[in-house]
């Protein structure tokens, strides 16, 4: 299981940089074996090896970036995948908002009514504002997506800055539209209770094959 998921973790970090979702410095991780599998911050995505994936034990965390991600998987047991990275819409609305509304459909569904944004990236700030949700920006920063497996993270993080996108242009063309809240939060139910729930399952089932 440990060099398939060494493999996702490639290829997904070849994504985000053909995305133009990173910078230098950023992360992935995923849970495996009491700990985790991550990223070297020290390269870009689109260098990153499989030497450059190292493991860390949960109650030895190498630094703070790697102390984050922990304490992350410590205080939410449904998450096994997260994913640090700096899309530039969403760090620019994160400088200057404390939250912003879901304009889409999909960013009803993934990530939530609203996508908050943390006061710092201390621990505690970052799980107080995940809770109820699978991603958050942090302010003056970047943005934690997360997920059941690495796929899922990763399309938190396509959805979050694709959402920023369409608000920050629904406000330059005037009042933002947004989703009612009730909408969308039943939205997000039924993607979490029946339109994800079987594939989330099937993929974690693959890569425990």
């Known amino acids: 299981m440990k060099n398939k998921l060494i493999k996702q973790i490639l290829e997904f970090c070849k994504e985000m ?6 910078k230098l410095g950023d992360t992935i991780s995923v849970r495996f074996d009491g700990g ?4 070297s911050p020290l390269k870009p995505m689109a260098e990153i090896g499989e030497e450059d ?8 965390p190498k630094d703070e970036l790697s102390a984050l991600h922990l304490s992350i998987y410590g205080a939410r047991e449904d998450i096994n995948a997260i994913i640090i990275n700096h899309a530039p819409y969403c760090v620019g609305i994160a400088k200057g908002l404390k939250k912003f509304p879901a304009c889409l459909d999909d960013m009803a569904q993934i990530i939530g009514p ?3 944004v943390a006061p710092s990236g201390k621990a505690v700030d970052v799980i107080k504002t995940l ?4 991603a958050c920006l942090i302010k003056n920063d970047g943005v934690i997506a997360t997920g059941r497996t690495l796929d899922e993270a990763h399309t938190g993080s396509l959805v979050l800055e694709k959402g920023a996108i369409a608000y920050v242009g629904s406000t330059v063309l005037g009042n933002a539209v947004k989703i009612s809240t009730f909408d969308a ?7 979490k209770t029946k339109y994800s729930k079987k ?3 099937e993929k974690q089932a693959e890569l425990k094959g």
């Open 114 to 116: 609203t996508a908050k």
């Open 17 to 22: 940089e053909e995305d133009k979702l990173v």
């Open 36 to 39: 985790m599998l991550i990223t």
């Open 199 to 201: 594939d989330q399952a």
């Open 53 to 60: 994936i190292v493991y860390v034990d949960k109650k030895e």
């Open 131 to 134: 809770n109820g949700r699978n």
């Open 185 to 191: 939060l039943l939205m997000r139910f039924i993607y």
